[in-house]
């Protein structure tokens, strides 16, 4: 049985290394500690990808979404141009599921599946 929070480093590191192949400065922004109740920069964050012409703040999670509702609420508030707001979500063996929310309260979906041999 795998650990919950190495898992979700190990899902983590992975997310790093994409952000970074394509030429972007990453930071975990994600803290951890036994007494801290929030975690994720403003709640619901856990990466900082900064790009050359935008700022992306990324959350990781495996195999299902978190609730998108949270999500469109902020980029709805603060979403301006320059800034990205992505959920990433690793499905096990198969790749990465991108949701990148938007101004006007909606989101798109892209899927990175891996290819088979």
Not at 5 to 33: M, N, P, Y
Not at 47 to 53: A, G, H, I, K, R
Not at 56 to 82: D, M, S
Request: with cysteine; aromatic share 12%.
């Amino acid at each position: 049985m795998v650990k919950t929070r190495k898992k979700g480093l190990r899902i983590q590191l992975k997310a790093i290394k994409e952000l970074e192949s394509e030429g972007c400065l990453v930071g975990r922004v994600e803290r951890v500690g036994r007494h801290i109740k929030i975690k994720d920069l403003f709640g619901l964050f856990d990466l900082l990808s900064l790009d050359f012409d935008k700022i992306r703040l990324i959350q990781i999670t495996c195999n299902r979404p978190h609730t998108h509702k949270p999500y469109k609420e902020f980029a709805v508030q603060y979403c301006r141009e320059g800034l990205q707001l992505e959920q990433w979500v690793w499905l096990d063996r198969l790749g990465w599921i991108k949701y990148t929310y938007l101004s006007d309260g909606l989101y798109t979906k892209t899927k990175s599946f891996k290819k088979s041999n």
